[in-house]
């Protein structure tokens, strides 16, 4: 069996079961230097059609990777046979498209030879001798092969070498020819032309898309090409009445084409090229107005805004003015088209970039021009409001919004919208403000369109600021006054609580009379139902974070509405969070204890219910409303300031109490985890902590010997500061108690070997509470000094883990003890050997080198303190990091840097350094 039987069944093999060791021979097969004899045999119209594309896939790899297996003798011979591998008659595209993909690195091969050293023609004669045309079907071939050659030339030459800017000038050079050719092939086979080919004038739309790729083309050879691709665009622009699918790909590579051309950079040096282009397109365009041209003038439009927006402005010169009014005409008209994006139609979204652009270029002009520009876009953009606010008008019904993907496209296109209605007011100030009024003045106006009106006030409200007074208060009279809220759907009433939300800073500023009707509003929106009320507690938070002194007259009011709410909304979401915010701000605000103690029950009382009923049922499904529900506390804490503090704590505390002592719930992390974050926060909000958090203490102590959580470290670390100056030292015992137990589970784990790292979350809280006391209050360690000696190896055993997070907890707590002289110094000298072996022993690669900053500052420290001690330590450990030793010894910066006892940066980079050499060492074996 010959080599090409053999090949013949691997390739059906492979294409029918997809074999992978078929694949692997197929590739040996054909990288082999037999393959250039076997594959004309492959090619043969007999065979079947997968291996006859296996046959020119292999020669083109064979001519474009191994070409130097070809003596120059033969390249006659090779050229007629891949001639005549092309002349098949009904060879499908696919295999013909990869023949001519072979016969461009034919090319390209034969030139770069031809011409290494000299420079006999370009590279179109090279394909015009072997591929020369005197046919539609010989010139089908060449088109083929000249699209392809630009991509063959530029692979042949894509390695970087002194000469790679030769390849592209080549190519550009040979840029005239193949216009030339392209010119004489849209004049022959024109579309429009009954009985033409248009084959022929695809292809050639293709060559022309291939070399325009090419950068730093000469503009005027490309301008001889211009005005074909606009007859093109006039006959294959899409229609507006229907697309025509058949023309849909010819379409996308002559708008590709015009685009490459009308953006290109060099055409802002060229002014008079810039405008006799930019009027024939814009010409061209209208002439067949019924056509799409968006994209195309949308290009040109945002490459060259500012030349535009000049044009306009100056009026110098009527052709460059009417160019410059009719492309703005023609986006105008594409933003304006009717129908709803995109269910119904997909272009309107197109020119967004364009307006952007314009109005940006504003702010570039000198004056008086700067003002003439704006004189001449006030109407442009009055116009594009206009249609903007009608266009984003949401879908009166589900079915308008179509699917889901239809819906979220909406939903971006929305976005877009309102940023470009701030571009507009930028543009025409208070006289989008009076269209907003107008629109929401008028009688017959849909829901949809007061919505849309609504949405595009609300976008503003950044750029408007505070200090408008004349249009704002009319539209908020509007807003409160004019709009049947209980005719239209649920959509208007959140819309508008969301406006008025984001103009709280405005009615803070100008609280009467509007600050009362807007709360109404907005209760409203609590009481009316879930979908408004979670929008209208954002409106609420905000008014109350920006009018919070004006609040006092309407807070118990709005307390009792969101009393009402509570019940109603979901446990912990952001919605019950908001509302937990804006009861704690109003609580602050009310006069009296007695009307805070009032409130108070209707809010946090709710909450507090909740969570006790929920602890009374089984856990596993419980656990998500308790952890929720404290959320909501203590988004409560965060808020709440004055004597109210200990109210609230004391009605918490049953809560804690009832968790700390259940069989399940004081073992689960997530509750547990909740828990200590709400009395975390109760410290803040507590007028005297210092004796109001007492009963945190045995709360915290309970549940940490039941469970050892890190958030109850966390707890601690704040608590230990809060009562550091407690004539009673009644935090010590609570401490003592809780390291004991995290001591003694770090040893128990040590003595078994266990994996220290399982608990690395919990060291680092229990580090982080010992570097805390060591900053602020060393003493009360010394009260308990039979643990500091086990602090210290929890530390130097932490330091040596590959988290990060805890090695730097153990950095931090070693530093702060070891500086603490002289209260600490009598621990550090019996632990000074197994801490300094153990940093050695990191540095020699237990850990990754980028971890080692921890590790500098605790041995720079140590430096500081005994630097005896720390060479004698040093030179100890040594002995055992052989490879390290060596590296450290050879090194001379090493005790410079000690010796400069100043940043921990430069040590801790020749740590790294070192850590990686020894890494290097240990894999060479050297």
């Known amino acids: 069996m010959d080599y090409a039987t053999i090949v013949d069944e691997a390739v059906k093999q492979f294409y029918s079961t997809g074999n992978n060791e078929a694949h692997s021979w197929l590739l040996q097969v054909q990288a082999s230097p037999e393959a250039w004899h076997f594959v004309w045999q492959l090619l043969d119209p007999s065979k079947s059609f997968e291996v006859q594309f296996f046959a020119a896939t292999t020669l083109h790899a064979k001519i474009s990777k191994q070409w130097d297996e070809v003596p120059q003798i033969e390249y006659p011979m090779l050229r007629e046979r891949l001639l ?65 050659l630009p991509a063959e030339y530029k692979k042949k030459h894509e390695v970087k070498s002194a000469k790679s800017w030769e390849a592209v000038f080549h190519l550009i050079n040979s840029w005239c020819q193949t216009a030339s050719l392209l010119q004489q092939v849209f004049l022959m086979y024109n579309p429009n032309s009954e009985g033409n080919d248009s084959t022929l004038y695809s292809l050639g739309l293709e060559c022309a898309q291939s070399w325009l790729k090419i950068e730093q083309l000469p503009l005027e050879t490309t301008g001889q090409l ?24 010819s379409w996308e590579i002559v708008q590709d084409c015009l685009t490459m051309i009308v953006t290109r950079c060099e055409l802002h040096k060229r002014p008079q090229t810039f405008w006799e282009w930019a009027t024939a397109l814009v010409s061209m365009a209208k002439q067949h107005s019924g056509k799409y041209f968006c994209e195309i003038l949308t290009a040109i439009g945002e490459t060259h805004s500012r030349a535009f927006l000049i044009a306009l402005a ?72 206009q249609a903007l606010l009608r266009k984003s008008t949401l879908p009166a019904s589900p079915s308008e919004g179509g ?48 919505e849309s009106t609504l949405h595009a006030f609300k976008a503003l409200s950044e750029s408007i600021g505070t200090e408008e007074y004349c249009y704002i208060p009319a539209l908020i009279n509007l807003i409160l006054v004019r709009i049947p809220y209980h005719l239209y759907p649920e959509e208007v009433l959140t819309c508008a609580c969301l406006t008025l939300g984001a103009y709280a800073e405005w009615i803070g500023e100008h609280p009467e009379p509007w600050l009362e009707k807007v709360l109404q509003l907005v209760t409203q929106g609590l009481s009316r139902g879930s979908m ?85 049922q089984p856990l596993f499904t419980s656990r998500v409303g308790v952890t929720n529900y404290l959320k909501m506390v203590t988004m409560f804490f965060t808020t709440i300031e004055g004597a109210i503090g200990k109210a609230v704590l004391d009605g918490v505390l049953p809560v804690f109490n009832q968790i700390v002592v259940h069989p399940e719930w004081s073992q689960d992390n997530a509750t547990l985890e909740a828990m200590h974050m709400c009395a975390q926060r109760s410290l803040a909000a507590l007028r005297q902590p210092e004796i109001e958090a007492r009963p945190l203490l045995p709360i915290l102590s309970t549940s940490y010997k039941i469970w050892p959580h890190p958030a109850a470290l966390n707890v ?39 994996d220290l790292s399982e608990w690395s979350d919990l060291m680092e809280a229990y580090l982080d509470v010992l570097t805390q006391i060591c900053k602020k209050h060393t003493r009360i360690l010394l009260q308990i000094p039979d643990q500091i000696p086990d602090m210290l190896q929890c530390g130097i055993a ?23 002289s002289p209260h600490l110094q009598t621990f550090i000298q019996p632990i000074g050997q197994e801490l300094v072996s153990a940093i050695l022993h990191c540095v020699g690669g237990a850990v990754p080198h980028s971890n080692l900053e921890p590790h500098a500052e605790v041995l720079l420290a140590l430096n500081k303190t005994c630097p005896e001690w720390t060479a004698q330590w040093l030179r100890a450990g040594l002995e055992n990091q052989k490879n390290l030793a060596v590296i450290m010894l050879r090194n001379e910066n090493m005790t410079r840097i000690l010796a400069e006892r100043k940043r921990a940066t430069r040590l801790c980079e020749a740590l790294k350094e070192f850590s990686i050499q020894c890494r290097q060492k240990t894999v060479t074996g050297q």
């Open 532 to 616: 408004t009320s979670q929008f209208a507690s954002m409106a609420l938070k905000d008014l109350i974070r920006e009018c919070e002194s004006h609040l006092i007259p309407y807070a118990p009011s709005v307390l009792h509405t969101i009393s009402q709410t509570l019940p109603n909304v979901e446990p912990g979401g952001r919605e019950g969070l908001r509302l937990m915010y804006a009861a704690g701000k109003l609580l602050n605000i009310l006069p009296t204890m007695e009307e805070q103690l009032v409130h108070l029950e209707a809010t946090l009382g709710l909450c507090v219910m909740r969570i006790k009923e929920l602890l009374a």
């Open 84 to 148: 005549n591998s092309v002349r098949g008659i009904n060879t499908p595209t696919f295999i013909l498209t990869k023949l001519c993909q072979a016969i461009a690195a034919f090319v390209v091969n034969v030139y770069s030879t031809e011409n290494r050293d000299k420079n006999n023609g370009s590279i179109i004669d090279e394909l015009l001798s072997i591929v020369p045309y005197n046919s539609p079907s010989t010139l089908e071939l060449l088109l083929r092969v000249l699209l392809i």
């Open 798 to 820: 932490c330091l040596t883990l590959p988290e990060t997070a805890t090695a730097k907890a153990a950095g931090h707590f070693l530093n702060h003890a070891i500086m603490q």
């Open 314 to 385: 100056e009026n110098s010169n009527e052709t460059h003015a009417w160019t410059a009014m009719h492309l703005i005409e023609l986006l105008l008209d594409c933003s304006e088209q009717k129908g709803r994006y995109p269910t119904e139609e997909t272009r309107s979204g197109i020119p967004f970039g364009f307006w952007y652009a314009l109005q940006d270029d504003l702010s570039t002009l000198d004056q008086p021009l700067e003002n003439r520009a704006l004189e001449a876009l006030k109407p442009i953009y009055f116009r594009l409001a």
């Open 226 to 249: 211009y005005p074909y691709l606009l007859m093109a665009a006039a006959y294959y622009a899409p229609n507006r009445e229907g697309d025509d699918d058949e023309n849909i790909r």
């Open 403 to 450: 699917n889901a993907e239809e819906r979220e496209l909406f939903r971006c296109y929305r976005q877009d919208v309102v940023d470009t209605l701030d571009y507009c007011y930028k543009v025409l100030g208070t006289d989008l403000l009076a269209l907003l009024g107008q629109k929401m003045s008028r009688e017959d106006l849909a829901w949809t369109d007061i």
């Open 716 to 754: 601690l670390k704040h608590l230990v500061l809060l009562f550091r100056k407690d004539p009673d030292n009644i935090i010590g015992p609570v401490l003592a108690e809780m390291s004991s137990i995290t001591l003694n589970g770090v040893k128990a784990c040590r003595s078994i070997q266990g």
